[in-house]
């Protein structure tokens, strides 16, 4: 059965970082791309960055760029996404999602079948 758990999310002061996690179990995450999204209340999902399956191609979205980096450990069938510089605009219930697809991702929530449960971020002073 194929599952995605992320973790490390919390409470952090502006300014501040966190490491988010998406484990994988039931399937190995060589030959699937890898998306983290976010969801504030009163909004609409958006795609925060991807990952291809090898790693060679990631995307960001323009409000993360510079802050945030998304990379995968394939042996331990996890992928991660660092976040610095946080601000309270990020704060959201993150979700990491997955496809099988060889080269390239998409930060589009459509493109993706398999889902988190999600892990909330609070940027708050």
């Known amino acids: 059965q194929l599952q995605l758990v992320e973790s490390g999310g919390g409470l952090v002061q502006p300014g501040g970082s966190l490491r988010l996690s998406c484990a994988a179990s039931?399937?190995?995450?060589?030959?699937?791309?890898i998306g983290w999204f976010r969801q504030a209340p009163g909004k609409e999902r958006e795609g925060v960055s991807c990952?291809?399956?090898?790693?060679?191609?990631?995307n960001y979205a323009d409000s993360v760029k510079g802050r945030f980096t998304i990379s995968r450990d394939n042996a331990k069938n996890t992928v991660y996404l660092q976040m610095n510089n946080l601000k309270p605009e990020d704060t959201a219930v993150y979700y990491c999602?997955?496809?099988?697809?060889?080269?390239?991702?998409?930060?589009?929530?459509?493109?993706?079948?398999?889902w988190g449960q999600g892990t909330q971020v609070t940027v708050s002073s």
């Open positions: 990952i291809s399956n090898s790693g060679a191609t990631t």
């Open positions: 039931g399937f190995t995450l060589d030959y699937y791309a």
């Open positions: 999602a997955t496809t099988r697809r060889l080269g390239g991702c998409s930060t589009r929530p459509t493109s993706y079948v398999y």
